[in-house]
């Protein structure tokens, strides 16, 4: 297992064109969360899924925002309509139930542009 | 979950301990403290946790004091590579899910 995968890496859109971000978690981990991060600020927590259950949404999730993750493996978050201000790294992380032994593990980001 | 407070920024000499504080004054008693770092344009590495005792890995220690108010992550001999953002977190609910809430970290720089 090569860890927690995100794609695309990069991704730049126009104004008004919806977006899918995809996570790949690690296998046997059965919760996965979405965060999103802007320049200089630590990562804001979107929303979390155990197994295919979404259980928490933050406020930060507006109606443009959707994720899914059917079957409770790959989990994708879509943005409808994107606006300048969804510029940001989008993160996704996994973990095991209970309190894991090392923590959540992140993926690399993907990194949105909004033009 | 309590809130942190950490410098923005700390310098260490490269081969030299860096020891990064954290404060948690409101810390409850079920409440853990974890520490991350994320290197730039990457997504954040766990590094280590705990309760109360103070705990060692491979990567840091972490010592705690005993009124769990303040800790501190101690990397024992700093390298260029460890250059990155770490951040303090406190945790309450980390066996039932939900999110950990970042604060804006202490910017490490290691310096030749």
């Known amino acids: 297992d090569t860890g927690v995968s995100q794609d695309p890496r990069h991704k730049i859109t126009k104004r008004g064109q919806n977006v899918t971000f995809r996570c790949d978690p690690i296998?046997?981990?059965?919760?996965l969360y979405w965060y999103r991060q802007t320049l200089g600020q630590g990562p804001e927590f979107l929303t979390y899924?155990?197994?295919?259950?979404?259980?928490?949404k933050s406020r930060l999730l507006s109606d443009r925002f959707s994720a899914e993750r059917p079957k409770g493996s790959f989990s994708t978050l879509e943005i409808q309509r994107t606006e300048q201000g969804d510029s940001a790294m989008y993160l996704c992380?996994?973990?095991?139930?209970?309190?894991?032994?090392?923590?959540?593990?992140f993926g690399s980001g993907t990194r949105l542009t909004v033009v | 979950d309590a809130k942190t407070t950490q410098p923005p920024s700390m310098d260490c000499a490269e081969g030299r301990a860096a020891n990064l504080p954290c404060n948690h004054s409101?810390?409850?008693?079920?409440?853990?403290v974890y520490w991350y770092r994320q290197i730039h344009s990457q997504g954040p590495q766990y590094i280590i946790h705990?309760?109360?005792n103070n705990e060692t890995n491979e990567m840091a220690s972490l010592i705690i004091t005993e009124d769990r108010k303040s800790s501190t992550l101690i990397l024992p001999h700093a390298t260029l590579r460890d250059t990155a953002v770490y951040y303090c977190?406190?945790?309450?609910?980390?066996?039932?899910?939900?999110?950990?809430?970042f604060g804006e970290g202490t910017q490490l720089t290691v310096n030749p």
């Open positions: 992380a996994s973990s095991p139930s209970g309190r894991p032994a090392g923590g959540y593990t």
């Open positions: 296998s046997e981990h059965n919760r």
């Open positions: 899924f155990q197994n295919e259950a979404q259980l928490e």
């Open positions: 409101t810390i409850s008693g079920n409440e853990y």
């Open positions: 705990g309760l109360k």
């Open positions: 977190i406190v945790d309450g609910v980390g066996t039932s899910g939900s999110r950990l809430t």
